[in-house]
């Protein structure tokens, strides 16, 4: 079965420094990948995806994740944190066409001042 | 804006009571809903997939006949939870895909429901 698997249930980072949330994904075949972030007691944001072509991609607020199919990982990065980027995070993924996102464990992310 | 409403967005019950949560795709038609839970500092949990016309796909552990779901029209899906106790206090999210979009693209989230079963 498919699987997605977050490491660190918390990062703290420093205002300005780099954030590095990890995912690694299990599967036969190249999924569709997501990264959303959540707010408390909201509902989910899509910060970016992949499905194909360019294995960088980009997202809103800074954001960028890197698609490496021979680590099975989509690390999610931005240079600079700030201090409005202290949420949760999780990590998902589509491995078929049924559109059932499974999600990871998530990452709650913190932003010392 | 929102293109997935959720209402209500926090709700508190007795113990022993029914909830009902809807679910609305606001400017597109949704044949499939999905419906996840999530227990407070915990991942997103799918409960179940409501389909349009059809009976609802429950995964595995969920009670169907505690979380009933009715997809009656094409932007409007609803999770009654029937006989609420504590343990079903929980945040409750939908989701639906734009069927005029490929797979992968991404779901539309509501906003979640909060509830708390005293």
């Known amino acids: 079965a498919q699987s997605v698997t977050q490491l660190g249930s918390h990062v703290s980072v420093s205002e300005g420094a780099l954030v590095l949330l990890r995912c690694n994904y299990s599967?036969?075949?190249?999924?569709?990948l997501f990264w959303y972030v959540q707010y408390p007691n909201q509902g989910l944001q899509l910060l970016l995806k992949?499905?194909?072509?360019?294995?960088l991609v980009k997202g809103i607020n800074g954001f960028e994740a890197e698609f490496k199919k021979s680590e099975t990982s989509f690390h999610l990065t931005k240079p600079s944190a700030h201090m409005s980027d202290a949420a949760e995070y999780f990590c998902?993924?589509?491995?078929?066409?049924?559109?059932?996102?499974?999600f990871g464990s998530g990452t709650r992310l913190l932003v010392r001042p | 804006g929102a293109v997935v409403s959720q209402h209500p967005s926090r709700v508190i019950c007795k113990s022993g009571t029914s909830v009902k949560i809807e679910c609305r795709s606001l400017?597109?038609?949704?044949?499939?809903m999905f419906w996840y839970r999530q227990f407070p500092k915990q991942s997103l949990m799918l409960m179940a997939t409501?389909?349009?016309?059809?009976?609802?796909?429950?995964e595995q552990g969920v009670e169907k006949d505690k979380f009933l779901i009715n997809h009656a029209s094409l932007t409007l899906s609803t999770l009654t939870v029937t006989s609420a106790h504590p343990e079903d206090s929980s945040f409750y999210i939908c989701?639906?895909?734009?069927?005029?979009?490929?797979?992968?693209?991404?779901?539309?989230f509501g906003n979640g429901t909060r509830l708390t079963v005293t």
């Open positions: 989701s639906a895909p734009n069927p005029r979009a490929g797979v992968e693209s991404p779901l539309h």
């Open positions: 599967s036969s075949v190249p999924p569709y």
């Open positions: 992949y499905t194909t072509g360019a294995t």
């Open positions: 998902a993924v589509i491995p078929d066409s049924s559109y059932k996102l499974i």
């Open positions: 400017d597109f038609q949704a044949t499939t």
């Open positions: 409501s389909n349009e016309g059809s009976k609802a796909t429950y």
